[in-house]
């Protein structure tokens, strides 16, 4: 379900679990993520956060947006904090401390969190099979700290770490791929998603809650400071990133691939590209061969997504 | 059937005290006791209830004894409003033998469907009372697409027909549903999964209200984005409708 529909969107949850006034940049995808993802897991639910620029803008002291139960971890921690949590509550609810019920139990951290400091935890708990769900927010760099590169950063972007000179222009490495290495770990659900398809990003949330054992979703925030676009343009930029096939949406359950957002004609990588101040560097034939390599990504998940 | 309420956090709505389990709430005169339950973390099961849409009481999973007074009476939360001094319980031995029922005969109408399969285990019930029905389209009738096309939306579209066994949801007189926008709401809002919206080309095809709707491309980059249904649709029922321009383009080219 990714219609343009105006209507479809009404059957979202109306309570929201994300308190308004926290100090997000002007049109940030990641609060925009969090408050969808946040409406979907409801109120029986814990969340650890990584530090990052969700803990930063929710969290500052005496005041919080947070409307469930909420710790903040270190940068490393939070999926073995999670896990820690899932078990607690199985050792509560077994000597009778607490009613048997559902109570999800979510890790949250950036890209930097998931994919360079906090994969050794990540990783073992998935390994481990904690019944929990690990959530995301890749704004493809450390933008809290003021816009460092991390390994989710796309080949060829700017940022203050990977400058554009005579030496080296932007990043020098492609993005780290962490939806299949959670793949990798053989857990049942993983998926990528972003808040500017809002219905499917719910589904996703809600499959992953339901899921028995480790799942990992791979939500994609645009953020306006970071990547040096209007704050009007979020929404716009992460169905470009989708249309484009820089970022397809799709789901693995039990092994299985789906395409969730089918793209029948992939647009062309500039409409993406030519907004963004991190990629204005880039000429007409670096543009060319990172359009190849996304294309060739894509044709080879459409191979896996149609292959069983 | 008791309105969608939703201005809980309106000052001027007056409180009232009720009884939840032997505990007791602060509710806002007009919610229902389920979703007084629910904002405060008491699970029910339910199907055919929605937040944003008015209750029906038509799945009968969410039962609950309500005593006032003197009286104790079984009945559906979600069509029950909250009042001053109730007195609730929502997991006695009646009500689980109740809701067992209730599953055991809404199982043989969906026996496919995930939701209903994973509700029905967590109320422990394996074997439906009935064997599966000879014409099964996975429909449990809980009309929360009729409503949301009503009230959600305002397109009026599709129906309940028939009365008893014969009950269904159809377009009007089993023909193609021309008030149908095509807008997917009812597929978003079933709870079984029985609607299918699929898009073919230019078409988009709703077979369960036989409806085939075409597609309107976007002028730039030719990939059909809106259906011309829901764009007359808008320009008639909005207030302030945007101008004819504002649909030759779809949103990733506006």
């Known amino acids: ?308 | 059937m008791l309105p969608a309420n939703n201005n809980i956090k309106d000052m001027r709505v007056k409180m009232i005290t009720l009884w939840i389990n032997d505990k007791q709430y602060q509710a806002a005169e007009g919610q229902s006791v389920l979703q007084v339950a629910l904002d405060n973390g008491i699970e029910i099961p339910h199907l055919c209830y929605h937040e944003s849409l008015s209750s029906q009481g038509s799945c009968r999973l969410c039962l609950v004894e309500v005593t006032k007074g003197s009286k104790t009476i079984m009945t559906t939360s979600c069509t029950y409003p909250a009042m001053e001094g109730i007195k609730v319980q929502t997991d006695t031995l009646e009500i689980k033998k109740a809701r067992r029922l209730v599953m055991e005969l809404l199982l043989p109408l969906a026996p496919d469907a995930p939701k209903i399969k994973a509700l029905a285990s967590e109320l422990g019930v394996t074997e439906p009372r009935l064997g599966p029905e000879p014409e099964n389209d996975n429909c449990i009738k809980c009309g929360l697409c009729v409503r949301a096309c009503d009230e959600l939306v305002g397109a009026h579209a599709i129906t309940f027909a028939g009365r008893g066994v014969a009950r269904t949801v159809e377009p009007p007189y089993d023909e193609e549903a021309e008030n149908c926008i095509g807008c997917g709401t009812c597929v978003q809002v079933c709870p079984t999964e029985c609607i299918v919206m699929e898009d073919q080309g230019m078409e988009r095809r709703i077979d369960k209200w036989k409806r085939t709707l075409k597609l309107k491309a976007c002028k730039n980059c030719g990939r059909p984005f809106i259906t011309f249904a829901e764009i007359d649709f808008m320009q008639t029922k909005a207030k302030n409708p945007p101008p004819e321009e504002w649909f030759d383009y779809c949103p990733d080219c506006r």
């Open chain 1, 1 to 308: 379900m990714h219609s343009t529909s105006v209507y479809a969107v009404k059957t979202l949850p109306r309570k929201e679990y994300f308190a308004s006034g926290h100090r997000a940049c002007p049109g940030c995808g990641e609060a925009l993520a969090v408050r969808l993802v946040q409406k979907v897991l409801g109120r029986n639910v814990v969340v650890a956060a990584a530090t990052g620029c969700m803990e930063i803008v929710s969290s500052p002291f005496p005041q919080t947006s947070w409307e469930v139960p909420w710790i903040h971890v270190a940068f490393e921690n939070a999926a073995a904090v999670a896990g820690g949590v899932e078990k607690g509550l199985e050792v509560l609810k077994r000597k009778g401390k607490i009613k048997e019920q559902k109570i999800s139990v979510v890790a949250m951290a950036g890209d930097g969190g998931t994919a360079d400091i906090g994969l050794q935890a990540l990783s073992g708990a998935m390994e481990r099979g904690h019944d929990m769900l690990f959530v995301c927010y890749d704004n493809e760099a450390y933008m809290n700290t003021g816009v460092q590169r991390s390994s989710s950063t796309p080949f060829g972007a700017l940022t203050t770490t990977s400058p554009v000179g005579t030496q080296q222009k932007g990043q020098l490495t492609h993005k780290k791929n962490m939806a299949e290495i959670a793949v990798a770990h053989g857990i049942p659900y993983v998926a990528t998603a972003c808040p500017s398809y809002p219905l499917d990003l719910a589904a996703k949330v809600q499959k992953g809650m339901d899921a028995d054992g480790p799942a990992y979703i791979h939500i994609l925030s645009v953020c306006p400071s970071g990547w040096g676009i209007s704050g009007d343009a979020t929404i716009k930029l992460g169905r470009l990133a989708v249309q484009s096939g820089a970022f397809p949406l799709y789901e693995v359950e039990n092994g299985k691939y789906k395409i969730t957002v089918d793209v029948e004609e992939l647009l062309p990588l500039e409409y993406y590209f030519k907004p963004q101040r991190r990629f204005r560097h880039l000429s007409k034939e670096m543009t060319g061969q990172i359009e190849e390599n996304v294309r060739q990504k894509w044709q080879e998940l459409k191979k896996r997504s149609e292959g069983d």
